[in-house]
């Protein structure tokens, strides 16, 4: 497990989220450090894609705090998400499939030269390079979107997330739908994310891919935790055992956090 010390670059306390009548999350917490890949897990509407989603200025809380780097922040809108150096990949990808590598990268956010024109060879070094450190088997930054497989794809979605050097980076089931090899290419570069020293939260069903790249899994159960676990470490089935209500949070392990 990747040793965390200091301030939790993402902190959130006791946040809840009500839908009428419905309570989404009820007093969660979550941390989150540089250099970790945190997972959160949990059954169909435990909470998770609605914890994320105010992660990414999606939705706000009705209640709590999220802390980024120690200081309380608002996130109110996708923008100020970004501002505060939050990139999210949700499964839709929202790429078109009628342009490069590159043109999906910077889509939005093309960089200019001295004369305001398109700096697309600036643009292309800054791919290849960004491809190279997430260790991408794609060919090449100008093949179209609509000739590349459903694992590259997600590589380009993961990709565009290095666009402007965010900090904090949340992927949203990032290996549902893909095959075996696909799955492994993608997993490496969730690896790469940390390795560059990002604090990564995966949103994943898949056990097997949350204990192969995790450090830790938060477990949430109708809409509150209910387990910390070190990814390595634990047995599968304890994990299990908190997502389905066999085991409950005051029972379960917990990874100490630093002091």
Do not use: W
Not at 98 to 119: K, Q, Y
Request: hydrophobic residues 45%.
């Amino acid at each position: 497990m990747t040793e965390t010390t200091g301030v939790p670059l993402l902190a959130m306390r006791g946040i809840s989220k009500r839908f009428g009548g419905v309570e989404a999350l009820v007093g969660v917490d979550l941390d989150v450090h540089r250099g970790e890949v945190v997972a959160l897990v949990g059954d169909n509407a435990a909470g998770k894609s609605t914890l994320a989603k105010m992660v990414a200025g999606v939705l706000t809380p009705d209640t709590g705090l999220i802390e980024v780097d120690g200081r309380p922040v608002t996130i109110p809108t996708p923008a100020a998400a970004h501002a505060l150096g939050v990139a999210t990949v949700f499964q839709d990808l929202a790429l078109c499939d009628n342009l490069d590598v590159t043109s999906n990268l910077f889509l939005g956010r093309e960089l200019r030269d001295a004369r305001g024109r398109r700096d697309d060879e600036r643009m292309e070094q800054v791919a290849r390079q960004i491809l190279r450190d997430l260790t991408s088997r794609i060919p090449t930054v100008r093949v179209p979107l609509a000739q590349l497989s459903a694992g590259q794809r997600q590589a380009v979605a993961i990709a565009r997330t290095l666009i402007g050097s965010p900090r904090i980076v949340v992927l949203d089931e990032p290996t549902a739908s893909l095959s075996v090899a696909q799955t492994a290419e993608v997993l490496v570069h969730i690896e790469g994310l940390r390795d560059l020293g990002l604090a990564v939260v995966l949103i994943s069903h898949n056990m097997t891919d949350v204990r192969s790249v995790a450090d830790r899994v938060e477990v949430l159960r109708h809409g509150r935790n209910n387990g910390s676990f070190d990814a390595r470490s634990t047995a599968y089935e304890q994990i299990i055992a908190a997502i389905t209500g066999a085991s409950r949070a005051p029972g379960a392990r917990r990874v100490p956090l630093p002091s």
